[in-house]
């Protein structure tokens, strides 16, 4: 071989490792762009995850204070009345509402017309405890508005009571500030509730404490019987 072939193949030698290394820097330089790349990704997904996780805190928060959401002049005295066990606020939201009621002092003509107490016929607690419901519940003083033969006629008249008690039920549970507004009752006829904060009104009710909640219902207590048509 003479020294002319033994030169080019020289110089074509170091031309081929010129081009190998520039491919090697340029790999290396894309596979520092990627994991560059797939670095910020990560950072944003877990920054992602994290506002995430913070908003699902923030209403599960909001959902385990069963006083979040009352409304009405008398919530402060019942509170105050009932401070806890399972008549309070917190204790009635781990119960179904006809069970809740039943542990409410200001519920007690109300819980014996709804249980079979005040008419053998009427017995909704099943009913009530089986869905999801909005309940505008008449306090004992309400009950008391009503002359004493029309409550005493009730003990024999079921389709009467029934009649009177679905009324105060609407499906669905309905919040404070979801409330206001006309709603079509479980007995077919309609509620209005009107006005807003501590000064709602359900027809010609007003409600003394609103937006208690129970393990299946939204309770607003009422100062007056609700009457539907008849």
Known sequence: MNVRTRTSYAVAGIATLAVLGLSACSSDSDTGADSTTADSQAEDTMTDDSTSDDMTEGSDDMAADPAANLVGPGCAAYAEQVPDGAG????MSTDPVAVAASNN??????????SGELNPDVNLVDTLNGGEFTVFAPVDDAFAKID???LDSLKTD???LTKILTYHVVPGQLTPDQVVGEHETVEGG???VTGSGDELMVN???VVCGGVMTQNATVYLVDSVLMPTM
């Open 88 to 91: 309070s606020i917190t204790g």
């Open 105 to 114: 002092p200001l519920l007690t003509t109300l819980t014996a017309a709804v």
């Open 148 to 150: 004493a033969a029309t």
């Open 158 to 160: 079921a389709d009467t």
């Open 190 to 192: 309609t509620v209005e």
């Open 204 to 206: 010609d009710a007003a």
